[in-house]
T-cell receptor, first 109, second 113 residues
Framework: KNEVEQSPQNLTAREGEFITINCSYSVGISALHWLQQHPGGGIVSLFMLSSGKKKHGRLIATINIQEKHSSLHITASHPRDSAVYIC???????????FGEGTQLTVNP | NAGVTQTPKFQVLKTGQSMTLQCAQDMNHNSMYWYRQDPGMGLRLIYYSASEGTTDKGEVPNGYNVSRLNKREFSLRLESAAPSQTSVYFCASNQGQRLYGYTFGSGTRLTVV
């Protein structure tokens, strides 16, 4: 069992739909990261959370420390949101990240 | 532009050949990391350097060596490449403290034939 699990693995949506990607982790963490990887391969950091909720444009990330669960939401999705979204947990014991396998999101016009 | 620069972007090696992947960051970050990304698996840590002068093994260090040449540069060396090392390699850096984000390089796609 992976220490960081994401669901779903693949997600197809229509433009304008509200999207949720989930992340569960089993380790104690100091922070939870959401990353975006575009088809070209580059990885961009979207959010880093240690509690509560953060919002950036149409993206919202939440975390529930007690339940060891985080969600990434995309409102009014657009084809340019198509990418792989990766959840990564930074363990309390150090600076290393443990990554989920990623969620492939495809938003169709 | 500030960030993490990786070279080369693509490389094809024959089994047994050696090569070094270069990584440099200009953000004055303390910590640097090398990951590999394989289909169906999350990014896995190969080696990391928490600060200049130190290096430590990650999850999958076998077949690799690293050098933290100075605060800016962290190189990954494959001494004798094997087909199992075909992967996409990412370098990343961060301040090394708990609530700081990470910056990733654009990746190196390596094929070993």
């Amino acid at each position: 069992k992976n220490e960081v699990e994401q669901s779903p693995q693949n997600l197809t949506a229509r433009e304008g739909e509200f999207i949720t990607i989930n992340c569960s982790y089993s380790v104690g963490i100091s922070a939870l990261h959401w990353l975006q990887q575009h088809p070209g391969g580059g990885i961009v950091s979207l959010f880093m959370l240690s509690s509560g909720k953060k919002k950036h444009g149409r993206l919202i990330a939440t975390i529930n420390i007690q339940e060891k669960h985080s969600s990434l939401h995309i409102t009014a999705s657009h084809p340019r949101d198509s990418a792989v979204y990766i959840c990564a947990a930074r363990e309390t014991s150090g600076s290393r990240l443990t990554f989920g396998e990623g969620t492939q999101l495809t938003v169709n016009p | 532009n500030a960030g993490v620069t990786q070279t080369p972007k693509f490389q094809v090696l024959k089994t047994g050949q050696s090569m070094t992947l270069q990584c440099a960051q200009d953000m004055n970050h303390n910590s640097m990391y090398w990951y590999r990304q394989d289909p169906g698996m999350g990014l896995r840590l190969i080696y990391y350097s928490a600060s200049e002068g130190t290096t430590d093994k990650g999850e999958v260090p076998n077949g690799y060596n690293v050098s933290r040449l100075n605060k800016r540069e962290f190189s990954l060396r494959l001494e004798s490449a094997a087909p199992s090392q075909t992967s996409v390699y990412f370098c990343a850096s961060n301040q090394g403290q708990r609530l700081y984000g990470y910056t990733f390089g654009s990746g190196t796609r390596l094929t070993v034939v």
